[in-house]
């Protein structure tokens, strides 16, 4: 192994678990660190894998040392992933507080003189909403901490040697925070609809004043299939919780991927292909409401999509978790 190349994997291993801000000014710090040392601990004129060896073993544990700089010891998660999970949790905490307080707005500006029921229906949602997002969020970054600590053998009582550094991913295989962020604040936001908003998830009948909804989703049956639906898209919010922790595409995050989007696809389909979770009467309500006449091209036309919504879904369901699955197969073959 090339000299450089064992002191950047050590410089890798150090700073890729500290604040991204962080990164680059005690990644140039700990290369100088390495180099004075080896100046002064050299046998021979020239540097060997030796010597970086000795002054690496001396430096320590990259995990180890990576706590040192930090300015503060921090253990709720796990120092490696604290600062990233503060992160995400502050995202998620602020796109469910926005998602009420709007959804608090809308129901206000349609009925007026219920504000103050919907005011308590916004509290009540935070209050089962806050605690729900911090929930899943939490465990799905301990499911990473506990992960990236079972690979980590020195915890087991193994001495750490240079020899274990883990080799710097192709930048092909990084996984983008963005990514990953984009995709918890979509699960939040579908979690936060369909917890607190189903009411209003139809057709909004407006006539002078807000009338109701006619619901795309069958309000007697709702209730069951809801917490099935937490369930997946919680389970959601974990893989790409993951997927931040883990900041690569390997083959244990793609099967991880592959099996988690399998057991979400099944259930799903089991969800809603059954017989009572869409609205039964929903063409016959836009009927009674007048929004629709009986034989006209309008009525075929709605009928007919209505009757194929829930092929298209079930394939545009198929296409994405297939894809996400495929797409983290092929990232973890790059070199």
Not at 24 to 46: K, N, Q
Request: with cysteine; glycine share 8%.
């Amino acid at each position: 192994m090339r000299i450089m190349e064992l002191i950047e994997r050590y410089v890798y291993a150090v700073t890729q678990k500290l604040p991204q801000e962080q990164q680059e000014d005690i990644g140039e710090e700990l290369r100088s660190l390495i180099v004075d040392m080896l100046d002064e601990r050299m046998e021979s004129d020239e540097a060997t894998n030796s010597d970086v060896e000795k002054v690496l073993l001396e430096l320590g544990n990259p995990r180890k040392l990576a706590d040192k700089y930090r300015d503060q010891k921090r253990y709720l998660i796990g120092p490696e992933i604290f600062d990233l999970y503060l992160l995400i949790l502050k995202i998620i905490l602020t796109i469910v507080i926005a998602s009420i307080s709007i959804g608090f707005i809308i129901q206000t500006i349609i009925e007026p003189p219920n504000i103050m029921e919907h005011f308590i229906e916004a509290i009540q949602s935070l209050v089962i909403g806050l605690p729900m997002a911090f929930g899943w969020t939490t465990f799905g970054f301990a499911m990473g901490n506990l992960h990236g600590g079972i690979e980590q053998k020195d915890i087991l009582g193994q001495a750490w040697n240079p020899s274990k550094l883990p080799v710097i991913p192709n930048e092909k295989r990084q996984i983008k925070r963005g990514e990953s962020i984009v995709g918890i604040v979509i699960y939040v936001i579908i979690l936060v609809i369909l917890a607190f908003s189903s009411d209003y998830f139809g057709i909004w009948i407006i006539d002078d004043g807000f009338k109701g909804t006619i619901p795309f989703l069958n309000v007697q049956t709702y209730g069951m299939y809801l917490l099935f639906m937490m369930l997946i898209f919680g389970f959601g919010i974990i893989k790409e919780c993951l997927k931040l922790v883990e900041g690569k595409w390997t083959y244990k995050l793609a099967i991880l991927t592959t099996v988690v989007n399998a057991i979400s696809l099944v259930a799903i389909l089991l969800i809603i292909t059954g017989g009572d979770f869409w609205n039964p009467t929903f063409v016959n309500e836009l009927v009674d409401t007048g929004i629709l006449e009986v034989g006209t091209d309008s009525f075929r036309v709605v009928t007919k999509v209505w009757e194929q919504s829930t092929l298209w879904i079930v394939i545009l369901l198929i296409v994405g978790l297939v894809w996400d699955a495929v797409y983290g197969f092929v990232k973890a073959r790059k070199k």
